[in-house]
């Protein structure tokens, strides 16, 4: 596990942010955070993190659109994306493929599920 990564985490929920956080910050990742989409994007503009987490449902830019923008841009369209989403909620392969979406999570979510999906992922992405 390399933990000398950056990760940001978007979600509109508190409690989901703070949880997210903490499980990612123990193993020594470095973790931003945002409230909402437009703000996830300025963020991942400016510091072009090694992984995005995003829930689906957020205010300004939902997660889907938030990971479009992101595939647009030069500077940020190879930034890796895990989202979340509200159990039973599907995306189709050709949205996630596109975007760069590579692995769908629903709430509630293990924590410690959530750390090895992001652990896969950047060794993945690596």
């Known amino acids: 596990m390399d933990t000398n990564k950056t990760i940001l985490v978007a979600d509109d929920?508190?409690?989901?942010?703070?949880?997210?956080?903490?499980?990612?910050r123990n193993p020594g990742y470095r973790?931003?955070?945002?409230?909402?989409?437009?703000?996830?994007?300025e963020i991942a503009s400016a510091e072009k993190p090694d992984l995005l987490i995003?829930?689906?449902?957020?205010?300004?830019?939902?997660?889907?659109?938030?990971c479009q923008k992101l595939k647009q841009d030069p500077a940020t369209r190879l930034i890796p994306a895990i989202m979340l989403t509200a159990r039973g909620?599907?995306?189709?392969?050709?949205?996630?493929?596109?975007?760069?979406i590579l692995r769908m999570l629903s709430k509630p979510f293990s924590p410690r599920h959530l750390l090895a999906t992001v652990n896969e992922v950047l060794q993945r992405a690596a």
């Open 13 to 24: 929920e508190t409690h989901i942010l703070h949880v997210v956080s903490l499980k990612l």
């Open 31 to 41: 973790v931003l955070t945002a409230r909402h989409g437009q703000e996830a994007f």
């Open 89 to 100: 909620y599907h995306l189709e392969p050709h949205d996630t493929e596109q975007n760069g």
């Open 54 to 66: 995003t829930d689906y449902h957020m205010p300004q830019l939902s997660g889907l659109e938030l």
